[in-house]
């Protein structure tokens, strides 16, 4: 059984930063891609970002493009998400999910949660002042 596991939310002041972390388990195999998704109150689950394990390639949404980084460590099976310049809009829930590269990795899909086939149990980040 997959289990995705995130760690380093909190609270932090507007600009600050923060490194998300989600370690997989249990995958039988490599040929994977993780989601970074996130919820805030009163809306929408959305795609932040997404990473092939593989090789690394990514995709952003455009609200964090510049201020989010995703990436991995294939050692450890653990899939960071590095977030700079936070503002109050990146409050939020946020899950990592796991779905197999050919059916998640793609411009039209891989923000799209229902083709994610495991999701950790999230973590809370808050940005405020």
């Known amino acids: 059984q997959v289990q995705l596991v995130e760690s380093g939310g909190g609270w932090v002041q507007p600009g600050g930063s923060l490194r998300l972390s989600c370690v997989v388990s249990?995958?039988?195999?490599?040929?994977?891609?993780i989601g970074w998704f996130r919820q805030a109150p009163g809306k929408e689950r959305e795609g932040v970002s997404c990473?092939?394990?593989?090789?690394?390639?990514?995709y952003y949404a455009d609200s964090v493009k510049g201020r989010f980084t995703v990436s991995r460590d294939r050692t450890t099976n653990t899939v960071y998400l590095q977030m700079n310049n936070l503002n109050v809009e990146d409050t939020g829930i946020y899950y990592c999910?796991?779905?197999?590269?050919?059916?998640?990795?793609?411009?039209?899909?891989?923000?799209?949660?229902?083709?994610?086939?495991?999701w950790g149990q999230g973590i809370q980040v808050t940005v405020s002042s």
């Open positions: 999910a796991q779905g197999t590269t050919f059916r998640v990795f793609r411009p039209d899909r891989w923000r799209m949660g229902p083709y994610y086939d495991y």
């Open positions: 249990g995958s039988v195999t490599d040929y994977y891609a």
């Open positions: 990473i092939s394990n593989t090789d690394g390639r990514t």
